[in-house]
């Protein structure tokens, strides 16, 4: 009998020691968050990479982005009085908060799906200009035709939102700047038209009132977006009652659109959970999971740099199988194979 | 010498004892925020009116909206634990929350520019559906050739967005959903297009990173909205140190685009100031008030339901005279002429 998901038996496929830094003086602490997709027959990743600066004796030291696109490296001393690092994710210093790591993005392929090389040819891509100091994180692919719609979180002090640019050969990208403005991240759009609109799924976060949920929006030309709808809220006592948002771009079956999303609950464990999003109106929700249909399980999920976390933004389908790429423990990438007729009996 | 600002000699033109509550068991809380225009000769405001419910012995009672657009009145025993209710605006119960009033839309029409009247003839706008079941608050109108775009607070407990009507009449409306996700306010269309797009500016926030910033997105349609920037952040120990949004449409003047915002310090009192911004390419800023051009100073600008609070985001414009109409102390409707060339000269 078929399994719902079945891990790969190399998981983890990439770990932090599997790359070299970007330059001298960073260290890569993360591998994680893959997006994924098909070019040329080879299976592509885009992979987060969060470094951090060697770190000084008596300092924390955290690098940014300035406005050209050099890393800059700010020192705070430990004594000082205005400085908070008990997060080990985000330092507060007289009132401005800073990332302790800042991650790029880098393409990797693989024509086995499970061995990634990375080459020359295909340079990674860093953060650029104001919306982008603190880094770039958490990428998904989606293909429409012979383009690749790279959504991806620009992280800066202006905020947290969802930039786009768009491929067609993995060396040159056009940047359409920020395409949802702040908070907001999680975003992947449909591989396809529906009724001439394009939909992607997105994640706000609000100070006051709503929450984490996960919302859709559509657009006439992929890059302006409206009409807004939210599609899935948190559920109280559940494995998604504090946040959620969406994996890849949904998958087409007969019964609608098959969304995998991540749910998170107030003690930070990340699991995953399916959407069926009707076909015409992909607004319209026809049935979510009861129970997650994905949870750390495995070392590697659940002991890391942030563990018990299972997250997906990346996948190739093949028939009725998913080759989910994901992010474990926040600190390395794995792979494992999920069937979509086996998801869809749980979504009866 | 002309002043940059003069207030009306009959100010505040509007208080709540002045309208009749939307049904009974219902009272007009606040009077506050028009949008303006100007329609077949005349001048129309678009009237945010907060009620409450009449409080029963013992109970705190909310009003909300269910998906249908029915009122409901929800109570509260003051003694139960799980109820909050120490901040006057909102209370939570059991983890969610609840606006102590509601606010819908009035459309009221002047001959003389200061004295209003409803008629039957311009039915009030309440919320409706799964995005407007807390009300609607704050209306911008833009007028686009011969259509208006009222740009408003949709506020429920799916988070706080901006929704869009268009009407050409003000008696049928187009509703284009929301346009702006959570959390965002405080949005402005520009009246006529710059390079054959669209503008607007919107308020995000943010629960980390980021803040309370002043922001502006492009449209090809007005519609569905992208390459959003951030064009003011606030500043520290100044009159906008908080928080920053949005007054009405930008006003084309030779210099630039001149928009009046609002700014709030820590101790929530609101000021006006001025941006001006590049005709050509209104996401760069040319200037901006060092000081603000309008302060609380009147008694119904210091003392009232939310008190020291001036808020703007109506206006018609003759020639120099910019007609402001303005939320005072979150219970008014006043009004006050500011000289555009006298604006300007602040922001040389």
Chains 1, 2 share one sequence.
Not at 86 to 92: F, K, Q, Y
Request: hydrophobic share 35%; net charge negative; proline share 5%.
């Amino acid at each position: 009998m078929k399994k719902i998901v079945a891990r790969h038996g190399q998981n983890p496929l990439l770990s932090p020691k599997d790359l070299k830094p970007s330059r001298p003086g960073m260290v890569i602490e993360c591998l994680l968050n893959p997006g994924a997709f098909k070019y040329k027959g080879k299976t592509g990743i885009v992979l987060r990479v969060a470094e951090r600066t060697q770190q000084k004796e008596g300092m924390v030291s955290v690098p940014i982005y300035d406005e050209k696109g050099e890393l800059k490296i700010l020192d705070f001393s430990l004594g000082d009085p205005k400085l908070d690092n008990s997060d080990a994710r985000v330092i507060s210093y007289d009132g401005k908060q800073y990332l302790t790591t800042i991650s790029h993005l880098r393409i990797l392929f693989s024509a086995d799906g499970f061995t990634f090389e990375e080459s020359e040819e295909f340079p990674p891509i860093f953060g650029q200009g104001a919306y982008e100091t603190y880094g770039i994180e958490d990428c998904r692919v989606s293909q429409i035709k012979d383009t690749y719609y790279l959504t991806y979180t620009m992280v800066s002090s202006n905020g947290v939102g969802v930039g786009l640019k768009t491929t067609t050969d993995w060396k040159t990208f056009k940047s359409h700047g920020m395409v949802f403005s702040p908070h907001n991240k999680d975003c992947a759009i449909f591989e396809e038209t529906v009724n001439g609109r394009f939909y992607a799924f997105h994640r706000p976060s609000s100070p006051e009132l709503g929450g984490n949920y996960m919302w859709i929006a559509e657009s006439m030309d992929g890059i302006h977006w409206g009409n807004h709808k939210c599609i899935a809220r948190t559920r109280p006592d559940r494995f998604d009652s504090a946040r959620l948002g969406a994996g890849a771009a949904p998958i087409k079956t007969e019964r609608g659109w098959l969304a995998i999303y991540h749910g998170a609950d107030y003690g930070h464990r990340y699991c995953l959970g399916a959407l069926l999003l009707d076909l015409d109106d992909p607004s319209k929700v026809v049935s979510r999971s009861e129970f997650p249909i994905m949870e750390p399980e495995e070392p590697y999920e659940k002991v890391g740099f942030f563990g018990e976390v299972i997250f997906t933004n990346g996948h190739v389908v093949n028939g009725d199988d998913i080759y989910m790429y994901y992010g474990a423990s926040d600190e390395h990438v794995a792979l494992a194979t999920l069937s979509i007729s086996e998801i869809l009996k749980t979504l009866d």
